[in-house]
T-cell receptor, first 116, second 112 residues
Framework: AQKITQTQPGMFVQEKEAVTLDCTYD???????LFWYKQPSSGEMIFLIY??????QNATEGRYSLNFQKARKSANLVISASQLGDSAMYFC?????????????FGSGTRLQVQP | NAGVTQTPKFRVLKTGQSMTLLCAQD?????MYWYRQDPGMGLRLIHY???????AKGEVPDGYNVSRLKKQNFLLGLESAAPSQTSVYFC???????????FGPGTRLLVL
C-alpha cells in the first residue's frame, strides 16, 4: 500500500509568488517523521524541512514551511516568494517509528517550474 | 568534511556483468542506506545498515548484496547485472539520534 501520496505530478508558479505542494501519508505509528527533499536537475537530494509527529508547531526553514495537519494526515510544503532556482523535483518522505531501520519512504514527487 | 561520497558517478554494464558501488561517509554516522530511483518515481530502499558489520534488506533487495565491514563504508554489489537494474543509486547516512538523512550525489547505472 502506498504510504506517501503526492497527487501533483507538475506545478507551475510565477516568480515571487507562494506555492503549496501537497503530500498525504498513511501510517499506524504514533511516532513518525515527515521530510521534504528537493532534487534539482543536477540530481542531488537536498534536505529542506522536517516535521515530527509530536511537534505542535509547524516547521519552518527560511522560505519553506510545512503545513502539518495530523488528523488529515497531510504534510504540505509551502514555498514563499518563489525563485527561479526553486525549479526542481520535490519529494515528500516519511520515517515511521523511532527504532529499527529508520529508513525513508518516498512519494513519487512533484516537478515545480518557476516562471519569470 | 566531504559528507557522503559515491564511487563511481556513472557506469555502463553489460547484462550478466558484476560491479560494486562504494559509499563513504566521514560524519561517523551509524546508519547507512542504499536507495534506487527509477524515472518518475521516488527513491526505494534496497538495503540498509544500522552499524558496522550489520546489514538488512529493504523493499527491493533482489539482485543486490551489501557489506559494511567498516563504519564509514557501505558497499552495494550487483553479482549479475540485469537491464531492470538500470537506475540511479543513492547512498544515505544518518545518526541514530538525528532525524535528517544525508544523501550522496548518486551513481547512474546503465545495464545494456
Amino acid at each position: 500500500a502506498q504510504k506517501i501520496t503526492q497527487t501533483q505530478p507538475g506545478m507551475f508558479v510565477q516568480e515571487k509568488e507562494a506555492v503549496t505542494l501537497d503530500c498525504t501519508y498513511d501510517t499506524s505509528d504514533q511516532s513518525y517523521g515527515l521530510f521534504w527533499y528537493k532534487q534539482p536537475s543536477s540530481g542531488e537530494m537536498i534536505f529542506l524541512i522536517y516535521q515530527g509527529s509530536y511537534d505542535e508547531q509547524n516547521a519552518t526553514e527560511g522560505r519553506y514551511s510545512l503545513n502539518f495537519q495530523k488528523a488529515r494526515k497531510s504534510a504540505n510544503l509551502v514555498i514563499s516568494a518563489s525563485q527561479l532556482g526553486d525549479s526542481a523535483m520535490y519529494f515528500c518522505a516519511m520515517r515511521e517509528g523511532d527504532t529499527g531501520r529508520r529508513a525513508l519512504t518516498f512519494g513519487s514527487g512533484t516537478r515545480l517550474q518557476v516562471q519569470p | 568534511n566531504a559528507g557522503v561520497t559515491q564511487t563511481p558517478k556513472f557506469r555502463v554494464l553489460k547484462t550478466g556483468q558484476s560491479m560494486t558501488l562504494l559509499c563513504a561517509q566521514d560524519m561517523n554516522h551509524e546508519y547507512m542506506y542504499w536507495y534506487r530511483q527509477d524515472p518518475g518515481m521516488g527513491l526505494r530502499l534496497i538495503h540498509y545498515s544500522v552499524g558496522e558489520g550489520t546489514t538488512a534488506k529493504g523493499e527491493v533487495p533482489d539482485g543486490y548484496n551489501v557489506s559494511r565491514l567498516k563504519k564509514q563504508n557501505f558497499l552495494l554489489g550487483l553479482e549479475s547485472a540485469a537491464p531492470s537494474q538500470t537506475s540511479v543509486y543513492f547512498c544515505a547516512s544518518s545518526y541514530f539520534q538525528r532525524k535528517t538523512q544525508y544523501f550522496g550525489p548518486g551513481t547512474r547505472l546503465l545495464v545494456l
